[in-house]
């Protein structure tokens, strides 16, 4: 499948768009995408690090340069953030290509909790394909949208180690998750 | 052992990595101020930030970095100077960098003893926040500006540098973690962030005191100690990162500060130094962007 | 009910105190002088080892316990002037040059490799040495007229007792080869004779003396306290 990145080349940072289309055409095929073109467009003129998928057909992602970028090296790129991000992307793609995954509404349109409800979940299947996914991290991101509880870490890991939730499982959990604060 | 110990020298085990701040100062990648729609980034860190999680693990890390260096700090200040009126050591005679070192009050070391072991705490709580956020120990590169402001030779400036503009910042710092922590709903953030918060003040009236005992005699000392202070305060508003607009990430926290002993004229002037730091940091990103383009266009 | 004019013992039977102690008030005010020096430097170089020592467990309780020592300084401080010595700073000194010799030898290691060393000299040799110290100190003074360097020493010895706990530990966690064995057996050799050479932190008599005697004078306990 073909990935194409942009801008090419980059000028702002030291991002290598062959570099990041490899790793986006991998994790493609491993999550189990269908062999269509991917666009990633990276924003280089941020250091943040927010991503999300633009339009879902054709498959476009935005991602700011931050979440590409190693830790310990401004402005160079990561591989194993790529991998993890692109991860999380593209399983959440391939749950909106998925008729029976229902209808969610659009990256910009989704509540904070409700983003971090199913990065939970694509989280815990980035993992179980081995890439580094820092469970607990993703867990303080769930509780800082769903309440330091009980229920909000009962909620966390049944996203986590899920395979097969539809939007609607999802709401659900969120749902339970956030009744529990007011209780 | 050195009577002074530089920022290069700083033991670190293996999954600290450091960086540089001409490193960071030579991005021309610039936070966008203007919000757009709901998904504007950046800005004061409220848990309405679709970001937030993940600044506000950065910012604890870079925290736990700064309390490190600041433990080491205060122990360096209780090691490099000499007490004042100290018997002879006749071993330490033919030292010459130990016998010329300054002197200071037996006090004085006995404060930044009580600040070394309060330090040691702040590192201690600051890792279990980092363990509590999902937060590995070197997971983010650290500067050393921190301690580099607690190098100075003279004890006086030493100690307005640390323990009036450091520790003003991490007044400033710690208040916005706590308030980020009661607005989402943590309460381990909360405690412990109030609790450390509660140790700065104390520190900052150490500096404050110190200061003015120490220069009772010597007004011009006094205000280049003051002037030292605001060089270091100008650096510590990282070009906007502090300063008291709405988008600024970390608030001046002025009630705070007044317990502390900051008057309001000092608050002012910090104020006034971080909006100019932003201002200076927003035209570097302009040339450094200007710089990056003329290199594109000339390949 | 109990009539409370009624005399009563004035130490009750449970109350051994006595009188007689081996320290004059001279001999108590410069054992106590020396302590404050020891005091001071010890905290003064844990706070200066805090920048070289890379293990972030190690950093973090040097930085500790350099606040427990400063107040042990502290403590001796205050309490020269109540053994009438109204200028702390003139007892505040080293016993000999042999003691400073030892000083300057213990916190002579800066490299980061050396965290066995900076810790054998602190806690191998230095804390158990003035854990001696107090420990003949309060064993051999006087229980009531020198009860306020007494409550000092308790609490400045459950300090020693923690810091030299912690610190051991923590160099049994570090050395994990013969040849670290070797490097703090070698470290600490070298700094026991130099103790040894000093006669301990307050100098020869830090324990007593052969004879039995523990005062500066050599008199025994009752002719010290008439």
Not at chain 2, 22 to 50: C, H, I, S, W, Y
Not at chain 2, 58 to 79: D, P, S, Y
């Given at each position: 499948m073909?990935?194409?990145?942009?801008?090419?080349p980059?000028?702002?940072?030291?991002?290598?768009?062959?570099?990041?289309?490899?790793?986006?055409?991998?994790?493609?095929?491993?999550?189990?995408l269908?062999?269509?073109?991917?666009?990633?467009?990276?924003?280089?003129?941020?250091?943040?690090?927010?991503?999300?998928?633009?339009?879902?057909?054709?498959?476009?992602?935005?991602?700011?340069?931050?979440?590409?970028?190693?830790?310990?090296?401004?402005?160079?790129?990561?591989?194993?953030?790529a991998?993890?991000?692109?991860?999380?992307?593209?399983?959440?793609?391939?749950?909106?290509?998925?008729?029976?995954f229902?209808?969610?509404?659009?990256?910009?349109?989704?509540?904070?909790?409700?983003?971090?409800?199913?990065?939970?979940?694509?989280?815990?299947?980035?993992?179980?394909?081995?890439?580094?996914?820092?469970?607990?991290?993703?867990?303080?991101?769930?509780?800082?949208?769903?309440?330091?509880?009980?229920?909000?870490?009962?909620?966390?890991?049944?996203l986590?180690?899920?395979?097969?939730?539809?939007?609607a499982?999802?709401?659900?959990?969120?749902?339970e998750?956030?009744?529990?604060?007011?209780? | 052992?050195?009577?002074?110990?530089?920022?290069?020298?700083?033991?670190?085990?293996?999954?600290?990595?450091?960086?540089p701040?001409?490193?960071?100062?030579?991005?021309?990648?610039?936070?966008?101020?203007?919000?757009?729609g709901?998904?504007?980034?950046?800005?004061?860190?409220?848990?309405d930030?679709?970001?937030?999680?993940?600044?506000?693990?950065?910012?604890?890390?870079?925290?736990?970095?700064?309390?490190?260096?600041?433990?080491?700090?205060?122990?360096?200040?209780?090691?490099?100077?000499?007490?004042?009126?100290?018997?002879?050591?006749?071993?330490?005679?033919?030292?010459?960098?130990?016998?010329?070192?300054?002197?200071?009050p037996f006090?004085?070391?006995?404060?930044?003893?009580?600040?070394?072991?309060?330090?040691?705490?702040?590192?201690?709580?600051?890792?279990?926040?980092?363990?509590?956020?999902?937060?590995?120990?070197?997971?983010?590169?650290e500067?050393?500006?921190?301690?580099e402001?607690?190098?100075?030779?003279?004890?006086?400036?030493?100690?307005?540098?640390?323990?009036?503009?450091?520790?003003?910042?991490?007044?400033?710092?710690?208040?916005?973690?706590?308030?980020?922590g009661?607005?989402s709903?943590?309460?381990?953030?909360?405690?412990?962030?109030?609790?450390?918060?509660?140790?700065?003040?104390?520190?900052?009236?150490?500096?404050?005191?110190?200061?003015?005992?120490?220069?009772?005699?010597?007004?011009?000392?006094?205000?280049?100690?003051?002037?030292?202070?605001?060089?270091?305060?100008?650096?510590?508003?990282?070009?906007?990162?502090?300063?008291?607009?709405?988008?600024?990430?970390?608030?001046?926290?002025?009630?705070?500060?007044?317990?502390?002993?900051?008057?309001?004229?000092e608050?002012d002037?910090?104020?006034?130094?971080?909006l100019?730091?932003?201002?200076?940091?927003?035209?570097?990103?302009?040339?450094?962007?200007?710089?990056?383009?003329?290199?594109?266009?000339?390949? | 009910?109990?009539?409370?004019?009624?005399?009563?013992?004035?130490?009750?039977?449970?109350?051994?105190r006595?009188?007689?102690?081996?320290?004059?008030?001279?001999?108590?005010?410069?054992?106590?002088?020396?302590?404050?020096?020891?005091?001071?430097?010890?905290?003064?170089?844990?706070?200066?080892?805090?920048?070289?020592?890379?293990?972030?467990?190690?950093k973090?309780?040097?930085?500790t316990?350099?606040?427990?020592?400063a107040?042990?300084?502290?403590?001796?401080?205050?309490r020269?002037?109540?053994?009438?010595?109204?200028?702390?700073?003139?007892?505040?000194?080293?016993?000999?040059?042999?003691?400073?010799?030892?000083?300057?030898?213990?916190?002579e290691?800066?490299?980061?490799?050396?965290?066995?060393?900076?810790?054998?000299?602190?806690?191998?040799?230095?804390?158990?040495?003035?854990?001696?110290?107090?420990?003949?100190?309060?064993?051999?003074?006087?229980?009531?007229?020198?009860?306020?360097?007494?409550?000092?020493?308790?609490?400045?010895?459950?300090?020693?007792?923690?810091?030299?706990?912690?610190?051991e530990m923590?160099?049994?966690?570090?050395?994990?080869?013969?040849?670290?064995?070797?490097?703090a057996?070698?470290?600490?050799?070298?700094?026991?004779?130099?103790?040894?050479?000093?006669?301990?932190?307050?100098?020869?008599?830090?324990?007593?003396?052969?004879?039995?005697?523990?005062?500066?004078?050599?008199?025994?306990?009752?002719?010290?306290?008439?």
């Amino acid at each position: 499948m073909s990935v194409t990145v942009t801008p090419d080349p980059f000028t702002l940072v030291d991002f290598d768009a062959a570099a990041i289309a490899d790793i986006a055409g991998r994790v493609w095929q491993q999550v189990g995408l269908p062999d269509v073109p991917l666009q990633v467009e990276v924003d280089e003129t941020t250091p943040l690090g927010r991503a999300w998928v633009l339009q879902a057909d054709p498959p476009v992602i935005k991602v700011e340069s931050g979440g590409l970028e190693h830790n310990h090296k401004p402005r160079q790129f990561d591989p194993d953030n790529a991998a993890e991000l692109f991860g999380r992307l593209l399983f959440r793609l391939k749950d909106r290509l998925d008729p029976a995954f229902g209808d969610p509404p659009s990256d910009d349109d989704l509540s904070l909790e409700l983003s971090a409800a199913w990065d939970a979940y694509a989280m815990g299947r980035v993992e179980r394909l081995g890439y580094k996914s820092q469970r607990p991290r993703r867990l303080y991101q769930f509780r800082v949208r769903h309440g330091f509880s009980d229920a909000a870490d009962a909620a966390f890991n049944h996203l986590w180690s899920a395979d097969s939730l539809t939007w609607a499982d999802i709401e659900k959990t969120s749902a339970e998750a956030l009744a529990a604060l007011t209780t | 052992m050195r009577k002074s110990f530089p920022a290069e020298d700083l033991a670190r085990d293996e999954r600290f990595v450091r960086v540089p701040l001409t490193a960071r100062m030579a991005d021309a990648r610039q936070v966008p101020r203007e919000a757009t729609g709901k998904r504007r980034n950046g800005g004061r860190l409220t848990p309405d930030r679709p970001d937030s999680p993940e600044a506000a693990r950065v910012l604890m890390h870079g925290i736990f970095t700064g309390e490190i260096q600041a433990l080491e700090g205060a122990g360096r200040t209780c090691w490099d100077f000499n007490v004042e009126n100290t018997a002879k050591r006749k071993g330490a005679d033919d030292d010459a960098s130990s016998s010329d070192a300054p002197e200071v009050p037996f006090a004085l070391k006995l404060d930044m003893a009580r600040q070394c072991w309060d330090e040691a705490r702040h590192t201690e709580i600051s890792i279990k926040l980092g363990e509590h956020m999902g937060t590995e120990i070197g997971e983010f590169a650290e500067a050393t500006f921190l301690y580099e402001a607690a190098c100075n030779p003279d004890p006086v400036l030493r100690l307005t540098g640390v323990n009036r503009a450091l520790e003003g910042l991490a007044i400033d710092v710690f208040n916005t973690m706590r308030e980020f922590g009661d607005v989402s709903g943590d309460p381990v953030l909360e405690f412990c962030e109030d609790w450390m918060l509660a140790d700065e003040v104390t520190h900052v009236k150490m500096g404050s005191d110190w200061l003015r005992r120490l220069t009772e005699k010597d007004p011009e000392r006094r205000e280049r100690a003051l002037e030292f202070q605001r060089v270091v305060d100008r650096l510590f508003s990282l070009g906007g990162f502090r300063g008291e607009e709405e988008d600024s990430p970390i608030r001046l926290a002025r009630r705070f500060r007044e317990l502390a002993g900051f008057d309001t004229t000092e608050i002012d002037e910090l104020a006034g130094d971080a909006l100019a730091a932003r201002q200076e940091a927003e035209e570097m990103i302009r040339q450094n962007r200007q710089a990056a383009a003329a290199a594109t266009a000339g390949q | 009910m109990a009539d409370p004019k009624r005399p009563r013992a004035p130490f009750a039977p449970w109350d051994r105190r006595e009188l007689p102690g081996i320290f004059s008030v001279e001999e108590s005010a410069r054992r106590v002088g020396n302590y404050k020096w020891i005091e001071m430097r010890l905290f003064e170089v844990l706070g200066g080892w805090v920048a070289t020592v890379p293990e972030l467990d190690v950093k973090m309780r040097l930085g500790t316990h350099c606040y427990h020592h400063a107040w042990h300084a502290e403590l001796w401080h205050k309490r020269l002037p109540e053994l009438r010595e109204m200028n702390p700073d003139r007892l505040t000194l080293p016993p000999n040059d042999e003691l400073v010799a030892f000083v300057d030898a213990m916190t002579e290691p800066e490299a980061p490799e050396l965290t066995i060393e900076k810790l054998v000299g602190a806690y191998r040799v230095l804390i158990p040495h003035k854990i001696a110290a107090y420990t003949y100190h309060l064993n051999n003074t006087s229980t009531i007229t020198d009860a306020p360097t007494i409550r000092s020493l308790k609490f400045i010895l459950q300090d020693e007792f923690d810091d030299w706990r912690d610190g051991e530990m923590l160099l049994q966690s570090l050395i994990d080869s013969p040849e670290d064995v070797e490097r703090a057996a070698a470290h600490q050799a070298k700094l026991e004779k130099l103790m040894l050479a000093a006669g301990g932190i307050v100098g020869p008599g830090t324990l007593g003396h052969a004879d039995g005697s523990g005062n500066h004078s050599g008199a025994s306990p009752q002719e010290a306290t008439t």
